[in-house]
């Protein structure tokens, strides 16, 4: 039996490409089109037939026109694209008052497991806390916008500033991000490493499976998981 049909926007980069594979294993989704991040409005107004889902990991550009179709179409709607100003968010905001949307900035599930132990940090009162991220030399953000997500959840857990995160670039490594607690007698490290960007093709496929159904709102990856509030 053929799976809820999914779009794939920037289906032609890496990402497309890793989620077009999973979609391919997937028991519940089948792909329903693929939009590149050329001639992008032309692409999604010629899109026929009814979709089930939207994926988009793409440019601000292009995400912009699949947000537009998806609420236009009444589509459930994941995206990971970075790079998104705040109007954007805005849009978001709108858009969950008519369709399901999930946003994030790194759809890996560690990394959003990690973020929601953060506030038990603030049971280690006095201790001192450094972000750390380790990636590629060919990296050219530093500090990562991972490294950031933790660094502003730590700041509004704990209720107070912290020391900008440590960015270090070197060799091939993928993407190592570092949370230390540190106190005169002790400290602890809370890490997480990706291996490939695999993961984040995983985390979007599984958010698509998932807000299917889903009333219309905005959803993070820990309303997936079962850690929302």
């Avoid at 939009?35 to 009814?50: A, H, I, K």
């Avoid at 026109?65 to 459930?76: K, R």
Wanted: charged share 20%; net charge negative; aromatic share 6%.
């Amino acid at each position: 039996m053929a799976g809820k049909k999914v779009v794939i926007s920037g289906a032609n980069g890496r990402m497309g490409q890793e989620i077009k594979n999973l979609v391919g294993e997937s028991s519940v989704l089948s792909l329903g089109a693929e939009v590149d991040r050329q001639g992008p409005q032309t692409e999604f107004e010629g899109l026929s037939g009814s979709m089930d889902v939207v994926i988009d990991f793409s440019s601000p550009e292009l995400f912009r026109c699949a947000l537009a179709w998806a609420v236009a179409s009444g589509t459930p709607f994941v995206s990971g694209t970075t790079g998104l100003e705040n109007s954007d968010f805005d849009q978001l905001k709108t858009a969950a008052q008519k369709i399901p949307v999930l946003w994030a900035a790194n759809m890996s599930l560690g990394v959003n497991f990690l973020l929601s132990l953060l506030p038990q940090l603030k049971a280690l009162d006095g201790y001192d806390i450094q972000v750390e991220e380790l990636h590629h030399n060919r990296k050219l953000d530093a500090p990562s916008g991972t490294a950031k997500i933790l660094q502003n959840e730590l700041v509004s857990s704990l209720g107070r500033e912290l020391p900008d995160p440590v960015a270090i670039r070197g060799g091939g490594i993928f993407g190592i991000h570092k949370v230390w607690v540190m106190a005169e007698e002790e400290y602890l490290v809370l890490e997480h490493t990706a291996l490939n960007r695999k993961i984040f093709a995983r985390g979007a496929v599984r958010a698509a499976e998932w807000i299917l159904g889903r009333p219309p709102r905005q959803y993070q990856i820990k309303d997936m998981l079962g850690l929302g509030v």
